[in-house]
């Protein structure tokens, strides 16, 4: 005796590399429930007053429910599918009585706990004709065929299935599209302000070398000292810039690193050749936007000058650094010394030295303070509140620099 076929499985499409490619392009699958289908599937159901309702997409070896109405199912075997049947015709598929229909008889569909008896699905194609899936309604009972009506809404909503479809392909494309700009936009400007930094930094080397073949064609000492330290600060903001450009994040740079390489190159440039000087660094890694590093290492780079000159006249001794950073993001930025000390009688807001009025103006272009302990060490502490805006350009307070510059020796 021949077996009963456990069922008739429908046959695979000529088109079905293509298919499945299409319903891989729309990225449904798998995916969370979307409101505006569950809403088409409800309607669906209202619409048959069917107890169940779903939007099946049909993939490799299943039919997945993208969304379903009383049924808590979420995909069963595509052998088992009435919808890899329906979604092939060119028209809504109806099946009166599934018992009787020698394709889904033995479907263990009907057999089994959905008691499948009536099903009436409509194909959901793309504008190329090629099938997904479909969106059919079911019930347990037998039923008559529906009026061509009512097969028409459900063939409509099929189309209201697709229409989202595209619209949520779209729309994705049209994200990607716009995050591809910005990307795109944002390595164009990042390209830009490497550029502005390597030339800004070149520019600075080329005035620094300036400076020094101008130094080395005086006799005068003092107009020298002038020239060496003027050819310091432009080499101490080309420095910045160099980092700027060389750097990961355009954004920010490693102040501390910044600082520690500063120290090294003032010390072997002011103390070098005279006696032991060691610079100590204590920073913890703090990284500052360019509006903020810029003052700050013209100011680090006045104020180990001065150390170098002055607390250590014979060239021993040693230049602490340090860097700290609160929790509220105020900055500490500090330099010390156990050199001879100041004067009694010093008073750094009236005082001649061209560096401390420079760092006085940077100081309050910071928006922080300046304060100096003379105690067991020399300690000048520069506190400002950390700009939190990347990148934020600060203007500079050009009046003040002018009135510095009046006094400077060139």
């Known amino acids: 005796m021949t077996a009963t076929p456990l069922c008739i499985s429908c046959p695979v499409p000529e088109n079905e590399l293509a298919r499945l490619a299409a319903l891989c392009d729309f990225e449904i699958l798998d995916t969370p429930p979307e409101p505006s289908l569950d809403r088409i599937v409800s309607l669906a159901a209202r619409l048959f007053a069917a107890p169940v309702a779903f939007l099946s997409l049909v993939d490799t070896d299943r039919q997945w429910f993208k969304a379903k109405f009383g049924c808590a199912a979420s995909e069963t075997p595509r052998a088992f599918s009435f919808c890899a049947h329906a979604m092939l015709g060119s028209g809504p598929m109806v099946v009166c009585d599934a018992t009787r229909d020698p394709r889904f008889q033995n479907n263990p569909l009907v057999t089994g706990e959905m008691s499948i008896r009536f099903y009436a699905g409509a194909p959901i194609c793309t504008r190329d004709g090629l099938p997904l899936g479909s969106l059919c309604v079911i019930d347990t009972a037998p039923r008559e065929c529906p009026p061509q009506h009512l097969l028409d809404s459900l063939t409509d909503l099929a189309f209201l299935v697709m229409d989202q479809f595209e619209f949520r392909l779209a729309s994705a494309s049209k994200s990607n599209m716009t995050e591809h700009e910005l990307r795109r936009s944002l390595r164009e400007k990042e390209t830009l302000l490497q ?184 300690t000048f502490r520069l506190n400002f509140q950390r700009d939190q805006r990347k990148g934020r350009e600060t203007r500079t307070d050009s009046v003040s620099l002018r009135e510095s510059r009046k006094n400077e020796i060139l």
């Open 195 to 378: 550029e502005v930094h390597h030339r800004v930094k070149n520019n600075l080397q080329i005035v620094s070398s300036l400076l020094k073949l101008q130094g080395d064609s005086l006799t005068d000492r003092s107009a020298v000292a002038a020239l060496k330290e003027s050819q310091q600060r432009v080499l101490s903001m080309a420095m910045i810039h160099e980092r700027f450009y060389a750097g990961e994040q355009m954004a920010e740079i490693e102040f501390d690193e910044y600082a520690r390489v500063l120290v090294q190159e003032l010390v072997y440039s002011y103390a070098g050749r005279k006696g032991n000087v060691t610079g100590r660094i204590l920073p913890p890694a703090i990284r500052l936007n360019i509006s903020q590093a810029i003052p700050c290492g013209l100011i680090l780079n006045e104020l180990i000058t001065n150390a170098l000159k002055h607390a250590y006249p014979e060239g021993d001794g040693e230049v602490i650094v340090e860097l700290l950073e609160t929790p509220e993001g105020r900055i500490s930025l500090a330099v010390s010394d156990r050199g001879q000390g100041l004067p009694p009688d010093f008073d750094w807001k009236n005082t001649d030295s061209l560096g401390l009025r420079i760092v006085d103006v940077l100081a309050n272009q910071l928006g922080g303070t300046l304060t100096i302990d003379s105690g067991e060490r020399t």
